[in-house]
């Protein structure tokens, strides 16, 4: 079982940057895809960033490509932690980031919530202007 926990999540000015960071526990081998979802108030959750076990492929959401960077470091075949660095922050990045990771790795779908077996509880990130 694939345990995992975000954190880092806070409140910024328009403008600000934050990093969000997503400690895995129980993850076997260099399998599996993590990727950051996020889900605003009153919107479904969508997919932000996505990313492949060993780092050498990424794919973001248009909103946030070049402001946003996803990373990844694998410490062991149990252990990862998966980063979203975000810069230049807008109030319409205002949301509750969920770290999530999947045994698909394909570009054509990595956004479909249903792809991933494994959610984290969550971290809000709140932008104000």
């Known amino acids: 079982q694939v345990h995992l926990v975000e954190s880092g999540g806070g409140s910024v000015q328009a403008g600000g940057s934050l990093t969000l960071s997503c400690a895995s526990s129980?993850?076997?081998?260099?399998?599996?895809?993590m990727g950051w979802f996020r889900q605003a108030p009153g919107k479904e959750r969508e997919g932000v960033a996505v990313i492949t076990p060993g780092g050498g492929t990424s794919h973001y959401a248009d909103s946030v490509k070049g402001r946003f960077t996803i990373s990844i470091d694998n410490i062991d075949n149990a252990k990862n932690t998966l980063y979203l660095q975000m810069q230049n922050l807008e109030p319409e990045d205002t949301a509750m980031y969920y770290c999530?990771?999947?045994?698909?790795?394909?570009?054509?779908?990595?956004?479909?919530?249903?792809?991933?077996?494994?959610w984290g509880q969550g971290t809000q990130v709140t932008v104000s202007s």
């Open positions: 999530a990771a999947s045994s698909y790795c394909g570009a054509r779908y990595w956004r479909e919530e249903s792809k991933y077996e494994y």
């Open positions: 129980g993850y076997v081998g260099y399998t599996l895809c």
